[in-house]
């Protein structure tokens, strides 16, 4: 199917085309023709599925159809609201809006917190046909009736399900009320919990069910693996996996702020250059975070699951889970940064013993086994017996070398060698390591895991 088919202006058209894009992703397929004949959608769709042109492109389009010149406000009201739950996937939608809109006369701005208000009331002043907004910041704009939204046609609520999360329920409910009853809405959800479809009873008319990934099913093309490790060895893991394989761009996830703050500052005692973005750091702090991180001045970003929402960096190829998140579901959003808009990612968990039952929890939502190997020299149970993970107990300076320095192959020779699956979980039915051949490996039949082990590790070395 071709974008031009979509039956979407020539205008956006061009645009699409400006970024190189031939033809719409499954998302965008289903949902921009919906969208043209005004109907209301509710889409379960993952970050990474192109989602936001997905909504962005046709919403332009309808407005386009009535475009305003004028340049007063009264006359040229908020038409579209784009609701998102964190300042990032704002900044990053309207981006988007202003990419895909660029030969379009409409204008578009972006309001979230922590940030001074004035120039987002000044930008509201002049007159803007698009806002999109975190809820909380939007409803002081109301309060301090900078922004009008009376005549809102078009309504977006973009990752639906953590905006829940996040508590913003109250506040979606007295941004619904300020809204005319007469519009179009969207609903966007990553996942379809039994509070989304609540949400979206009170919300859609009548809406078209799309569904892209099957329901809370973790992105088909990322690799998702579990390293079983001490949770005291796990910062020497990391540390030894991203030197070893030579990784570039590494996303890590922690649970707490305070962790990921140790860690980014262990890493980067380690030389590897890291930094930290979680909801204590301020909005420039986290911008600039982002883009150090996306232009490759830092090589590791660790992030709370609160403030990766909405990082979106073309071709992220490494997550790895530090720790393991809070809930199942939140597992989903992180593996959702890689592997995006049809590029292979990794997805790299470190799993303590205690760890385990939340990794079968998350295997029960995904519906199916994540691979578990152990690397050789980072045996669970080789750790002494402090339980501080990220505490550094090297002598100061210097790395704290691995009881045995094995040499972990490149990702994708990683998977070609991966070991047979007796004693093993079998892996995932549509996870690509299945389908990579199993190389030597696949011709040593029965194998304990500590030998797969050794196997991953250290390939050169004797091989029983
Ligand atoms: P999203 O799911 O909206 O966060 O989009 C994920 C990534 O896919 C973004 O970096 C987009 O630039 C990219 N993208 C969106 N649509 C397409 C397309 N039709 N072809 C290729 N890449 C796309």
């Known amino acids: 199917m071709s974008f031009e088919s979509l039956g979407l202006a020539p205008e956006i058209l061009r645009a699409v085309a400006d970024q190189g894009y031939t033809e719409p992703t499954p998302i965008q397929a289903q949902a921009i023709p919906v969208v043209l004949q005004g109907r209301d959608i509710m889409a379960g769709a993952q970050t990474g599925t192109g989602k936001t042109a997905g909504f962005t492109l046709p919403l332009l389009h309808r407005l386009a159809a009535h475009a305003s010149t004028s340049t007063s406000p009264a006359r040229h009201p908020v038409r579209a609201l784009i609701l998102t739950p964190t300042r990032e996937l704002a900044a990053q939608v309207e981006e988007s809006v202003r990419t895909y809109g660029k030969y379009l006369p409409l204008k578009a701005t972006v309001i979230y917190g922590g940030v001074n208000m004035n120039p987002q009331t000044e930008a509201l002043r002049t007159g803007v046909d698009i806002v999109v907004a975190t809820p909380g910041r939007l409803l002081d704009h109301v309060q301090q009736k900078s922004i009008n939204l009376s005549r809102v046609e078009f309504l977006v609520l973009d990752e639906a399900d953590r905006m829940l999360d996040m508590g913003f329920l109250p506040d979606l409910k007295r941004i619904m009320d300020l809204l005319p009853k007469q519009r179009q809405s969207l609903l966007f959800s990553a996942t ?43 910062r020497e893991l990391l540390a030894h996996l991203i030197k070893s394989q030579d990784l570039r761009q590494v996303l890590v996830f922690t649970r707490t702020k305070h962790g990921a703050d140790r860690l980014a500052h262990q890493l980067d005692r380690d030389g590897i250059r890291s930094d930290a973005i979680h909801g204590d750091k301020t909005q420039p702090q986290r911008t600039k975070a982002l883009s150090d991180f996306k232009e490759g001045v830092v090589r590791v970003l660790v992030a709370t699951d609160v403030a990766a929402r909405g990082i979106d960096i073309d071709q992220l190829p490494h997550v790895f889970n530090f720790e393991m998140p809070n809930s199942p579901e939140d597992y989903v959003h992180r593996i959702g940064r890689t592997g995006r808009a049809g590029s292979q990612g990794d997805a790299i968990s470190l799993v303590s013993g205690e760890e385990m039952r939340m990794l079968g929890e998350i295997e029960r939502l995904i519906k199916r086994e994540i691979p578990k190997e152990v690397v050789a020299g980072f045996e669970p149970g080789t750790a002494s017996s402090s339980t501080d993970s990220t505490r550094d107990r090297a002598p100061r300076g210097r790395e704290r070398a691995p009881q045995r320095r094995p040499e972990i192959p490149p990702a994708a020779e990683r998977h070609a060698q991966r070991a047979p699956s007796e004693g093993l979980p079998k892996p995932a039915a549509n996870n690509h390591h299945q389908k990579q051949p199993m190389g030597h490996a696949a011709s040593h039949g029965k194998r304990p895991q500590r030998q797969v082990a050794a196997l991953l590790g250290g390939l050169k070395k004797k091989d029983s």
């Open 192 to 234: 379809f919990a039994e509070e989304i479809k609540r949400l979206s009873d009170s919300l859609l008319r009548d809406p078209i069910l799309i569904e892209v990934a099957r329901r809370n099913t973790a992105a088909e093309t990322v690799t998702q693996i579990a390293y079983h490790v001490d949770q005291e060895r796990k």
